[in-house]
């Protein structure tokens, strides 16, 4: 069975920093690939961040520079370290993984930013 959970989330404030992990079982691990999606209140999931099966990453324009991402293939967990948070970073991410013809997602872990 398949399990796709994250962990990490929370409240920060503006500026402030959060590391979100993702930990995938039931997968061979290595050769899947890590992706980052966050949801607003009223609008639409987006796409976050890449994490590939070599460890290269790629971000999205409102998030470069300020997330970075890493896996850990022996733990089966891939992590999103998100920096100079923002308010409009608010919301709940999720993690999905990708390996060959499945993807599994993740139930979500809220990150807020406020003041």
């Known amino acids: 069975q398949v399990r796709v959970l994250e962990s990490g989330g929370g409240f920060a404030q503006p500026g402030g920093s959060l590391r979100l992990s993702c930990a995938a079982s039931?997968?061979?691990?290595?050769?899947?690939?890590i992706s980052w999606y966050r949801q607003a209140p009223g609008k639409q999931r987006e796409w976050v961040a890449d994490?590939?099966?070599?460890?290269?990453?790629r971000f999205a324009n409102a998030v470069k520079g300020r997330f970075t991402g890493s896996r850990d293939n022996a733990k089966d967990t891939a992590y999103l370290q998100m920096n100079n948070l923002q308010p409009e970073d608010t919301g709940l991410y999720y993690c999905?993984?990708?390996?060959?013809?499945?993807?599994?997602w993740g139930q979500g872990t809220q990150v807020t930013v406020s003041s």
């Open positions: 039931g997968v061979t691990f290595s050769i899947t690939v």
């Open positions: 994490i590939n099966q070599g460890n290269s990453t």
């Open positions: 999905r993984a990708a390996g060959g013809a499945t993807i599994h």
